[in-house]
T-cell receptor
Framework: SAVISQKPSRDICQRGTSLTIQCQVD?????MFWYRQQPGQSLTLIAT?????????ESGFVIDKFPISRPNLTFSTLTVSNMSPEDSSIYLC?????????????FGSGTQLSVL | AQTVTQSQPEMSVQEAETVTLSCTYD???????LFWYKQPPSRQMILVIR??????QNATENRFSVNFQKAAKSFSLKISDSQLGDAAMYFC?????????FGKGTRLHILP
């Protein structure tokens, strides 16, 4: 299993500013994932972050808006840049472990972002 | 493209009764996993149960079991002896090497 510490848990930000969300895992993982969950909606994958390489972004998400860092195998950050009220969402990170017993995805507790 | 469909936006069940949440998916991949996650108001995503596509046997975790029909691309979740603590949003998820996709969710209400 994995314990994921995500912070901040919530923030209220002004339009035009940026917020960096941190995700710390208690064990080394190859891939970390970042999601957005808009109010009352499902989770949408923003990007996959591999250590030592550029993040892979899903359709509709770009690096300039959501830059991601992955400096080592236990840590990643997601920045929401030049925020607008439409960016108000919950942002979650997750990691996947795959072994002979199968795969599990573990999630951080999420960051609730409100943009005024 | 892969898709995950949960056709029941909301469901209600009497405490101690059994309820089934439906999920269908579409994929052309052969190696994948399916999951059910529970999200209570705390926002924490909690893994309920998972199923490997190559396994024919349906997964079971205590009061939770799945009916995995690979040919029909169906992956329903059965909750037996429903408890008040089961009230939450439930998401069906598909995971392959290249994709992670979540359904829109089913909000489950437990009636005392």
């Amino acid at each position: 299993s994995a314990v994921i510490s995500q912070k901040p848990s919530r923030d209220i930000c002004q339009r035009g500013t940026s917020l960096t969300i941190q995700c710390q895992v208690d064990s080394q993982v190859t891939m970390m994932f970042w999601y957005r969950q808009q109010p009352g909606q499902s989770l949408t994958l923003i990007a996959t972050a591999n250590q030592g390489s550029e993040a892979t972004y899903e359709s509709g998400f770009v690096i300039d808006k959501f830059p991601i860092s992955r400096p080592n195998l236990t840590f990643s950050t997601l920045t929401v840049s030049n925020m607008s009220p439409e960016d108000s969402s919950i942002y979650l990170c997750s990691v996947g472990f795959r072994n002979t017993l199968g795969e599990k995805l573990f999630f951080g507790s999420g960051t609730q972002l409100s943009v005024l | 493209a892969q898709t995950v469909t949960q056709s029941q936006p909301e469901m209600s069940v009497q405490e101690a009764e059994t309820v089934t949440l439906s999920c269908t998916y579409d994929t052309s991949e052969s190696d994948y996993y399916l999951f059910w996650y529970k999200q209570p108001p705390s926002r924490q995503m909690i893994l309920v149960i998972r199923q490997e596509a190559y396994k024919q046997q349906n997964a079971t975790e205590n009061r939770f079991s799945v009916n995995f029909q690979k040919a029909a691309k169906s992956f329903s979740l059965k909750i037996s002896d429903s408890q008040l603590g089961d009230a939450a949003m439930y998401f069906c998820a598909y995971r392959s090497y290249s994709k992670i996709i979540f359904g829109k969710g089913t909000r489950l209400h437990i009636l005392p």
